[in-house]
């Protein structure tokens, strides 16, 4: 028989779970082991994400999984309880895992050895990964690995995932230990062990959901989501038969919990002091640059210092590119316009498809600029230190530290920061968070400032050339998203989701130099999914905007409009004869938007909007931008580039937007209706990926609607007031 468990005979690859707490580096071991052969999905039945890689041994591939963080096996969220449910086999198509890799931060074995313990005692194979042996010896900590092999009953591995070192060994190690499985016997408990076996045989016949582990665990944590889940299978009995099997255990001076943990800790510490040597050599610089980053003052205004920096490298660094990327896609529109005949195809080409995708494309360097930061502040571990100082702030707003995590990630994308707040326990703190992400200045938000900003905001220098008011204005709007955010959060936890603020507890990873090869395939990967949205939804609407645009073509205006050219060239010659024909175009190319299927929609709903300061024309582009905000560029890019009223030859959509202008002649983008415009993408929720997992996350579209239609009010709002008094003092 195949000396793997008999749990695998009906899969054709055994199963690994990768497990560890956070920021010890497991997802690096996980990327090393694996490499690029993984994929993302859900798990069966719930919005939790899970990863699976395939690692390839010697004697075959195995399925690698890895599980969220998680510092206990007390499942409080809902990543732990599917990372539980994984270790338990009740994944449907995972099954019992063959073994457990186990990830710990070998600079903090104390803290990881606490999982430690609870998963040796599930009695399945088990191998641990000393993590960040580096940082460890940096801290003047040694470790005897032949030591803790003895004590945990297990492999142990020291490795250095960040620089792949001792990735192979720890392939061999995870080999020998499918082939020659040995499950490690460990109860430290045995008291509770035996009391929540003779509970689970007594409820067996009342739910298959029923095991000892979950009743051990409500034993002890007298509370949580197992808990919750028993009641749920054996009804409100069970919780009077665990209290009753509390008061026998006869822990009377101190809750299980307490005790479960001095057990735990006792022999922890029995085991460090064989295994673990410690110098006298302190974290010195790393313990005054904390001192620096988390005072109240000093650490705010460095916050706020490198939060500017990061807004003003988006504008200066990026010109240069965007320049070079407007004119390539310039100049291949003018080379796809020589190639075809006029007509509806070259149309498509240059005004649907270049002008529509291009216009977006053309923010790529801001975005990856953006996203260079962000990455570098979380690999450094500065991104840890910015949540412990943004505690007080939003504790002030009834949520914790803990919610800054999943509203920071927003910046990026509010998709993977919805889904970030699994991690919080408290279903009313994880809501508010979840309706408060969305504020947050997203990367497809971007292009929409960078290109009002630099048409509509002047290109000063203030404070001796250090600062651009450019610049200040897109950090204003980043605060402004920001405001809005914990403004929801602190709105929700006074009315409909009050609750006492929740206890927030973090470790802060050690400071670290971030790996070039890590930092660039991370950016590579966001520059993937940027340009995959540009060449899917935003070609897709461009597209269909272009074809709004352009049809009904009536052949009635073209007619007229040769009428007037051939009646001009009889009469002018030279520049004059060129000046007349580029306004009988213009007049044309207006004509043909007014009368199509667009121009249509634009002027039915200009009433609405008109109050905002925005023509038939902008109405169009924002109602189009719905789906997904960052295609107003392209719905506007498309417009201008088939309906402009300005010089033809001017393809820079920024100047195609100073010129616009209203039929008697006023211009339509003044500075209150940009600015105006700017707040209306601040606030409004133009993002249907974002609706939809706003509704997966609380699973009730109520939560989803209210979000759209709450954060679309304010939009309008704000940009009503800001173009109505703007226009008052002008």
């Given at each position: 028989?195949?000396?793997?468990?008999?749990?695998?005979?009906?899969?054709?690859?055994?199963?690994?779970?990768?497990?560890?707490?956070?920021?010890?580096?497991?997802?690096?071991?996980?990327?090393?082991?694996?490499?690029?052969?993984?994929?993302?999905?859900?798990?069966?039945?719930?919005?939790?994400?899970?990863?699976?890689?395939?690692?390839?041994?010697?004697?075959?591939?195995?399925?690698?999984?890895?599980?969220?963080?998680?510092?206990?096996l007390s499942a409080q969220s809902p990543d732990e309880v599917v990372a539980l449910d994984v270790l338990?086999?009740?994944?449907?198509?995972?099954?019992?895992?063959?073994?457990?890799?186990?990830?710990?931060?070998?600079?903090?074995?104390?803290?990881?050895?606490?999982?430690?313990?609870?998963?040796?005692?599930?009695?399945?194979?088990?191998?641990?990964?000393?993590?960040?042996?580096?940082?460890?010896?940096?801290?003047?900590?040694?470790?005897?690995?032949?030591?803790?092999?003895?004590?945990?009953?297990?492999?142990?591995?020291?490795?250095?995932?960040?620089?792949?070192?001792?990735?192979?060994?720890?392939?061999?190690?995870?080999?020998?230990?499918?082939?020659?499985?040995?499950?490690?016997?460990?109860?430290?408990?045995?008291?509770?062990?035996?009391?929540?076996?003779?509970?689970?045989?007594?409820?067996?016949?009342?739910?298959?959901?029923?095991?000892?582990?979950?009743?051990?665990?409500?034993?002890?944590?007298?509370?949580?989501?197992?808990?919750?889940?028993?009641?749920?299978?054996?009804?409100?009995?069970?919780?009077?038969?665990?209290?009753?099997?509390?008061?026998?255990?006869?822990?009377?001076?101190?809750?299980?919990?307490?005790?479960?943990?001095?057990?735990?800790?006792?022999?922890?510490?029995?085991?460090?002091?064989?295994?673990?040597?410690?110098?006298?050599?302190?974290?010195?610089?790393?313990?005054?640059?904390?001192?620096?980053?988390?005072?109240?003052?000093?650490?705010?205004?460095?916050?706020?210092?490198?939060?500017?920096?990061?807004?003003?490298?988006?504008?200066?660094?990026?010109?240069?590119?965007?320049?070079?990327?407007?004119?390539?896609?310039?100049?291949?529109?003018?080379?796809?316009?020589?190639?075809?005949?006029?007509?509806?195809?070259?149309?498509?080409?240059?005004?649907?498809?270049?002008?529509?995708?291009?216009?977006?494309?053309?923010?790529?360097?801001?975005?990856?600029?953006?996203?260079?930061?962000?990455?570098?502040?979380?690999?450094?571990?500065?991104?840890?230190?910015?949540?412990?100082?943004?505690?007080?702030?939003?504790?002030?707003?009834?949520?914790?530290?803990?919610?800054?995590?999943?509203?920071?990630?927003?910046?990026?994308?509010?998709?993977?920061?919805?889904?970030?707040?699994?991690?919080?326990?408290?279903?009313?703190?994880?809501?508010?968070?979840?309706?408060?992400?969305?504020?947050?200045?997203?990367?497809?938000?971007?292009?929409?400032?960078?290109?009002?900003?630099?048409?509509?905001?002047?290109?000063?220098?203030?404070?001796?050339?250090?600062?651009?008011?450019?610049?200040?204005?897109?950090?204003?709007?980043?605060?402004?998203?920001?405001?809005?955010?914990?403004?929801?959060?602190?709105?929700?936890?006074?009315?409909?989701?009050?609750?006492?603020?929740?206890?927030?507890?973090?470790?802060?990873?050690?400071?670290?130099?971030?790996?070039?090869?890590?930092?660039?395939?991370?950016?590579?990967?966001?520059?993937?999914?940027?340009?995959?949205?540009?060449?899917?939804?935003?070609?897709?609407?461009?597209?269909?905007?272009?074809?709004?645009?352009?049809?009904?073509?009536?052949?009635?205006?073209?007619?007229?409009?040769?009428?007037?050219?051939?009646?001009?060239?009889?009469?002018?010659?030279?520049?004059?004869?060129?000046?007349?024909?580029?306004?009988?175009?213009?007049?044309?190319?207006?004509?043909?938007?007014?009368?199509?299927?667009?121009?249509?929609?634009?002027?039915?709903?200009?009433?609405?909007?008109?109050?905002?300061?925005?023509?038939?024309?902008?109405?169009?582009?924002?109602?189009?931008?719905?789906?997904?905000?960052?295609?107003?560029?392209?719905?506007?890019?498309?417009?201008?580039?088939?309906?402009?009223?300005?010089?033809?030859?001017?393809?820079?959509?920024?100047?195609?937007?100073?010129?616009?202008?209203?039929?008697?002649?006023?211009?339509?983008?003044?500075?209150?209706?940009?600015?105006?415009?700017?707040?209306?993408?601040?606030?409004?929720?133009?993002?249907?990926?974002?609706?939809?997992?706003?509704?997966?996350?609380?699973?009730?579209?109520?939560?989803?609607?209210?979000?759209?239609?709450?954060?679309?009010?304010?939009?309008?709002?704000?940009?009503?007031?800001?173009?109505?008094?703007?226009?008052?003092?002008?």
């Amino acid at each position: 028989m195949d000396p793997l468990s008999s749990n695998r005979a009906e899969r054709n690859r055994a199963t690994i779970a990768v497990v560890g707490n956070p920021n010890v580096g497991k997802s690096t071991v996980f990327n090393a082991l694996t490499g690029l052969r993984q994929k993302i999905a859900n798990y069966p039945g719930v919005t939790v994400e899970r990863r699976l890689g395939i690692l390839s041994l010697d004697h075959g591939e195995v399925h690698l999984v890895d599980l969220p963080g998680m510092y206990s096996l007390s499942a409080q969220s809902p990543d732990e309880v599917v990372a539980l449910d994984v270790l338990l086999g009740r994944i449907p198509d995972l099954g019992t895992p063959d073994a457990v890799l186990i990830v710990t931060d070998a600079s903090n074995l104390r803290r990881n050895l606490f999982l430690v313990s609870q998963i040796l005692e599930l009695g399945l194979p088990v191998l641990v990964a000393l993590n960040m042996m580096d940082v460890a010896r940096s801290r003047g900590i040694a470790l005897n690995v032949n030591t803790l092999e003895h004590e945990l009953q297990c492999a142990v591995m020291p490795v250095v995932a960040s620089r792949s070192e001792g990735i192979e060994a720890l392939r061999s190690a995870l080999e020998r230990t499918l082939h020659h499985p040995r499950a490690p016997r460990l109860a430290l408990m045995p008291a509770i062990k035996e009391a929540a076996g003779k509970l689970a045989d007594e409820f067996c016949p009342l739910g298959r959901a029923i095991v000892p582990h979950d009743i051990e665990r409500a034993l002890i944590d007298e509370g949580g989501l197992v808990l919750e889940r028993l009641r749920a299978a054996a009804g409100a009995e069970v919780v009077e038969r665990l209290s009753e099997a509390r008061a026998g255990l006869g822990f009377a001076t101190e809750s299980l919990a307490a005790a479960d943990a001095r057990c735990r800790y006792e022999w922890i510490n029995r085991i460090l002091v064989q295994a673990e040597t410690r110098s006298d050599r302190l974290r010195g610089w790393s313990d005054r640059i904390d001192r620096l980053v988390s005072h109240p003052l000093l650490g705010t205004a460095l916050f706020l210092g490198v939060m500017a920096l990061v807004f003003q490298a988006v504008f200066s660094w990026a010109t240069p590119m965007v320049d070079g990327i407007d004119a390539l896609m310039r100049h291949l529109g003018e080379f796809v316009s020589r190639q075809l005949p006029e007509g509806a195809l070259a149309s498509l080409i240059v005004d649907g498809m270049i002008a529509g995708v291009g216009s977006v494309v053309v923010f790529l360097p801001q975005i990856l600029i953006l996203s260079v930061f962000i990455i570098l502040l979380e690999d450094t571990g500065y991104m840890a230190r910015a949540a412990f100082l943004m505690d007080r702030l939003m504790r002030s707003c009834g949520l914790s530290g803990q919610s800054f995590i999943p509203m920071l990630s927003s910046f990026a994308c509010a998709v993977p920061g919805i889904m970030a707040t699994r991690v919080i326990a408290d279903p009313r703190d994880r809501f508010a968070t979840i309706l408060a992400a969305p504020f947050m200045t997203c990367s497809a938000r971007l292009p929409v400032y960078t290109l009002l900003i630099s048409a509509f905001v002047p290109d000063k220098s203030l404070a001796y050339g250090l600062l651009s008011l450019q610049g200040l204005v897109l950090l204003g709007l980043y605060l402004i998203g920001i405001l809005g955010g914990v403004g929801t959060a602190l709105l929700l936890k006074r009315t409909v989701l009050r609750g006492p603020a929740p206890a927030f507890l973090m470790e802060l990873p050690p400071y670290r130099w971030p790996r070039p090869r890590s930092v660039v395939l991370r950016l590579v990967e966001r520059m993937r999914v940027f340009l995959v949205r540009a060449g899917g939804i935003i070609f897709t609407v461009a597209v269909i905007v272009w074809a709004l645009a352009y049809f009904p073509h009536p052949s009635i205006i073209h007619q007229d409009h040769e009428r007037q050219r051939l009646e001009a060239a009889a009469k002018l010659d030279g520049d004059a004869l060129t000046k007349q024909r580029r306004e009988i175009d213009n007049h044309e190319a207006a004509a043909f938007l007014e009368q199509s299927a667009l121009g249509r929609i634009g002027k039915t709903v200009e009433p609405l909007f008109s109050p905002l300061g925005w023509d038939w024309k902008v109405a169009a582009a924002v109602i189009a931008s719905f789906p997904a905000r960052e295609v107003v560029i392209a719905v506007l890019g498309t417009i201008y580039a088939v309906g402009s009223d300005v010089d033809p030859a001017d393809n820079s959509l920024s100047n195609r937007l100073r010129n616009a202008s209203w039929p008697d002649g006023r211009k339509v983008f003044s500075f209150s209706m940009a600015l105006g415009l700017m707040l209306f993408y601040a606030f409004c929720l133009q993002c249907a990926a974002t609706v939809a997992i706003i509704r997966r996350e609380t699973n009730s579209w109520r939560w989803a609607g209210f979000a759209w239609v709450y954060m679309t009010t304010i939009g309008y709002l704000s940009a009503f007031m800001c173009f109505q008094f703007g226009t008052s003092v002008a």
